[in-house]
């Protein structure tokens, strides 16, 4: 069955949310639960009042009391908001979900078995923990398909924020170079969006960092639902072009990988997180020969303790590890200097 000849909306329908997809837009923020339903502005029309617009959780169903004065399913929200046919908004809600089509009419030709509906596990923990209604995730986290290259790229990044440049103290360079900047509407609204791209240098998804301290549930990271970061390392499809002779540089955080490389020090990968998954040991492992040097860098705090032991322990199968500490409680590399960075890199040699 050919992808693009059929789509079993029926089966789309099943596997979304209209959480999810509020999530997509970035605009959970404006809406206020009460039992199973979702209150806010109509985001169709672009409202105002925070009680005109509301959402079944349990339904799946959406109706606007203003303006547009009508309601409907997830692809119908889709089709509103895109302003396309429902054809078009079930193929961008299998694009934006990553569902697989084939498998989903598969599943649904049968009884009418959600359950079963293969559905992208949010390995991210970021993804997971906002993401309220728990399902069956499929199997084989690691080794199932990989992230796909996005089809679109957000544009119109504003990208001499304050956040970016007092608080975290990149220059306009940096922040070109790493394609990131404030996104004032879309998926990653009110947020810094940072894009992730894979060895082949292709994007597969943003990371929208809150500018600022989020306050309440708000989480610090919001990552596209479906995306497994467990299967990326960011940079690392600019450290791999590095020679092959300089130390790899592991740390955890995107700013920590961003700020090293403004420092002048390229080869360096961040795990967007403080542990190692597999699937990321596997792609340090293809990039690697047997005299590669790594350094494994990590915050020092006690979960960056216990994750650089693990890391060192996995990958000293593969090469020569080395565990940079810092005397000091809580420092992350972000915050090194110049010529901190500069005695760390070259010690190795
Ligand atoms: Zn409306």
Known sequence: MSKSSFIDFKAVKAAITMERILLHYGLMDKFKRSGD?????????????????????????????????????????????????????????????????????????????????????????????SKPAPRKPAPAAENGTPNKPLQFRLDKLEREHPYLIQERGLTLETIVDFGMGFCAKGMMAGRIAIPIHNPESNVVAYAGRFPGKPEGDTPKYKLPQGFRKSLELFNIDRAIKEPADKPLLIVEGFFDCIKIHQHGYRKVVALMGNTMSAAQEELIKKHTVFNSQIIVMLDENESGRAGREDIACRLSKYCFVRVREFDQEDMEPEHLSDDALADIVEGVA
Request: charged share 20%; net charge negative.
């Open 37 to 129: 339903s979702l209150n806010g502005p109509c985001p169709i029309h672009k409202g105002s009042s925070p009680t005109q617009f509301r959402v079944s959780t349990s339904k799946n169903i959406w109706h606007c009391f203003s303006e547009c004065k009508q309601g409907g399913n997830t692809l119908d929200f889709i089709a509103k908001m895109e302003n396309v046919s429902i054809h078009a908004a079930a193929l961008k809600a299998i694009d934006w979900f990553h569902l697989d089509p084939e498998a989903m009419s598969a599943a649904s030709n049968g009884e009418d078995s959600e359950e079963e509906i293969p559905r992208q596990p949010a390995n991210s923990q970021i993804a997971a923990s």
